[in-house]
């Protein structure tokens, strides 16, 4: 399809159309291509601003939707958008503020019934919470909807200690998610062939050529550290400490690797080409990432980077041969409240998250993953360290004066308040102060709640629970 610049209509159904096949940056210039001609489009200072969000872009989003209210007070996507962008930053007050005209005007409708779930969690009346979201799943939903209300409707049953309802209300949205999605899926490579196939080439490779790497030269930061490990292994508590940190910057999730990955990873020939990558080479493809990281709003001149990826563990090999001087923070968790964090959690849909709309293949992939860890630490002259999830909370500044060490920062107070500075310098990261609120309640040994529910996954994940020093 294409626009002109005189038709915000059509520019506006570009941006929605290329928002919903996932080409967000798409989507922006389709909005505001559309302003130009409309500056003062309430739909399409929406659309922009809806685009800016789920890029993680929280100040530019919220501007944009009220420059949308102040050309027309009641235009209900931007009320609504304002709403959410409040529950994000956890602020169940604004967001409540911003929902009640909303509901006042249309008590019934779905997705404000959703949302007033959503904000209800957030203020921690889970009884309120199920009571909407049985109300919104008592009428017929599109699949979307409905697998993310069943999904928010196990969240609200487990913490009213309903563990059984929780774990169906899962079973029923995910199952709902696999279904949606099972045509991309059979389309590609699934997470776990991917994570197998990479550990059954590294165990047959001659490790010879991965012991060294093209000389690293110079880089914008003064120092490079990757945080890698499993989904929900804690990963997003630990960047925002360290981005409290005056001397660190980190960016949560962005596709640094993404294109490197594409490259060399895909293929057993694309493996040889990075085993034998040339200075020349190198140069290229950290360039390339440093525009990545740049192109994301970070400023890593001069201090700490931290690049957050929470499933990036294959991507190692592109660490060791492009960045040889970064150090690997490696995240861990008893497996079993990964794997059941994994399966309840709603994410954003791709080849791994779809592997956790299975309870079985959510175990495999985390199964394939440490496989792939354990032997990527005997090729690959990486420098790691472990932070396992359960000491950082019992002892968050023990904790993270480990980690300091390690990183050669020096401990600065600031760390410890996750709530504060951190968020100021971290781009694209979930809220500050929901990590603050989870901070002594981060479901450590959760799973024994469902622990007839795992029972088909535990011979999976218990052999790696006594070989990371969790208990039986």
């Not at 996507?77 to 009640?100: I, K, N, T, Y």
């Not at 200075?279 to 950290?286: K, M, Q, S, V």
Request: aromatic share 6%; proline share 7%.
């Amino acid at each position: 399809m294409r626009a002109t610049g005189g038709a915000p209509d059509a520019w506006l159904a570009l941006a929605e159309a290329s928002r919903a096949a996932g080409r967000l940056q798409a989507a922006l210039a389709a909005c505001e291509a559309g302003l130009k001609a409309a500056p003062a489009s309430p739909p399409l200072l929406a659309a922009k601003a809806e685009t800016l969000r789920v890029l993680g872009d929280a100040a530019e989003a919220a501007a944009a939707f009220r420059l949308a209210l102040a050309h027309a007070p009641d235009h209900a996507p931007s009320r609504f958008g304002l709403a959410l962008l409040a529950v994000e930053a956890g602020d169940p007050e604004a967001a409540q503020h911003e929902l009640a005209p909303l509901r006042a005007a249309h008590p019934d409708r779905p997705e404000l019934r959703w949302l007033a779930a959503r904000i209800a969690l957030l203020a921690g009346d889970a009884a309120t919470a199920r009571a909407e979201l049985e109300r919104l799943l008592a009428a017929p939903l599109p699949p979307a909807r409905e697998a993310d209300a069943r999904l928010l409707l196990g969240e609200a049953h487990d913490r009213l200690g309903e563990p059984a309802a929780a774990f169906a209300a899962a079973v029923a949205g995910k199952t709902l998610q696999r279904r949606l999605h099972a045509r991309q899926a059979a389309s590609r490579e699934s997470a776990v062939a991917r994570l197998r196939r990479l550990e059954a080439w590294f165990r047959d490779c001659d490790p010879a050529p991965w012991r060294t790497a093209p000389p690293a030269g110079a880089q914008p930061a003064a120092a490079h550290v990757v945080l890698v490990g499993f989904p929900r292994s804690g990963t997003t508590l630990l960047e925002q400490a360290l981005a409290g940190h005056p001397g660190v910057v980190a960016l949560e999730e962005a596709p640094t690797f993404a294109a490197a990955h594409d490259a060399f990873l895909a293929s057993d020939a694309g493996l040889a080409r990075l085993a034998a990558l040339t200075p020349a080479e190198a140069a290229a493809w950290r360039a390339r990432y440093w525009a990545e990281v740049a192109s994301h709003g970070v400023e890593a001149r001069g201090r700490l980077f931290l690049d957050k990826q929470p499933a990036g563990t294959e991507d190692l090999p592109l660490v060791a041969k492009l960045f040889p001087g970064a150090k690997v923070l490696f995240a861990v968790r008893d497996p079993r409240d990964v794997v059941l964090s994994c399966f309840r959690q709603n994410f954003r849909m791709n080849a791994m998250t779809y592997a956790f709309t299975d309870l079985v293949e959510a175990a495999a992939g985390y199964d394939a993953s440490f496989r792939l860890a354990e032997r990527y630490r005997r090729v690959l002259p990486l420098e790691v360290l472990d932070v396992r999830h359960e000491e950082l909370i019992a002892d968050f500044e023990a904790g993270l004066r480990r980690i300091c060490a390690f990183l050669g920062l020096e401990f600065h107070a600031a760390m410890t308040d996750v709530a504060g500075t951190a968020q100021a310098r971290v781009v694209r990261t979930p809220s500050a102060p929901q990590v603050r609120a989870g901070l002594n309640a981060q479901g450590v040994g959760r799973w024994r709640a469902y622990a007839e529910a795992l029972a088909p996954v535990l011979p999976v994940l218990e052999p790696w629970a006594r070989r990371l020093g969790y208990p039986a």
